[in-house]
Antibody
Framework: QITLKESGPTLVKPTQTLTLTCTFS??????????VAWIRQPPGKALEWLVH???????RYSPSLKNRLTITKDTSKNQVVLTMTNMDPVDTATYYC??????????????WGQGTLVTVSS | AIQMTQSPSSLSASVGDRVTLTCRAS??????LGWYQQKPGKAPKLLIF???SLQSGVPSRFSGSGSGTDFTLTISSLQPEDFATYYC?????????FGQGTKLEIK
């Protein structure tokens, strides 16, 4: 059974850096074809794909946020870490991590964490 | 980035109805499309991948079709637990992009 859980601060101030950790079980990020993505959802709005890291350490970023995002993995701890710099109130959202199978063209996000709401406010 | 447009934005229907939701891509994405269901306060759930493949454990009343730019999600007979918001997601190339969602409500 695959499980994922996001953790990190619930409140950050504008201009601060957000660090979120996705801790997972039931799979290995050393397995070919496996990845973890971060996806967010502002309150009442649609989902937005942010970034993806694959078993081979390939990383793909949203072009609109590329300069602010960093994703890393620690396979020994079964964790993926997202950092987002220069936070702004428009970044207020629920942040999800999700397990993926396949590569671009054939990706499926088949297991998701429960999400963590991050509010950006002074 | 590829734009995904879902229609309608909202839909009222009754238990037992057959409903069809539509997703259109701004360019050819072959069959690189998934459908996700989201209930309030919950994470999205994968229903369909590769445009028409049913995810394991998802009821057979859900089906997907289409390729290229036009895709549909059909629910053959609505059940009370199907009232939710549905999102399409293109995974043909990066950045992956979601549609804006279709909210399915009880009539």
């Amino acid at each position: 059974q695959i499980t994922l859980k996001e953790s990190g601060p619930t409140l950050v101030k504008p201009t601060q850096t957000l660090t979120l950790t996705c801790t997972f079980s039931g799979f290995s990020l050393n397995t070919r074809g496996v990845g973890v993505a971060w996806i967010r959802q502002p309150p009442g709005k649609a989902l937005e794909w942010l970034v993806h890291i694959y078993w081979d350490n390939d990383k793909r970023y949203s072009p609109s946020l590329k300069n602010r995002l960093t994703i890393t993995k620690d396979t020994s701890k079964n964790q993926v870490v997202l950092t987002m710099t220069n936070m702004d109130p428009v970044d207020t959202a629920t942040y999800y991590c999700a397990h993926s199978r396949g590569i671009v063209g054939d990706i499926m996000f088949d297991s998701w964490g429960q999400g963590t709401l991050v509010t950006v406010s002074s | 980035a590829i734009q995904m447009t879902q229609s309608p934005s909202s839909l009222s229907a009754s238990v037992g109805d057959r409903v069809t939701l539509t997703c259109r891509a701004s360019q050819d994405i072959r069959n690189g499309l998934g459908w996700y269901q989201q209930k309030p306060g919950k994470a999205p759930k994968l229903l369909i991948f590769a445009a028409s493949s049913l995810q394991s454990g998802v009821p057979s009343r859900f089906s997907g079709s289409g390729s290229g730019t036009d895709f549909t999600l059909t629910i053959s007979s609505l059940q009370p637990e199907d009232f939710a918001t549905y999102y399409c997601l293109q995974v043909y190339n990066y950045p992956c992009t979601f549609g804006q969602g279709t909210k399915l409500e009880i009539k």
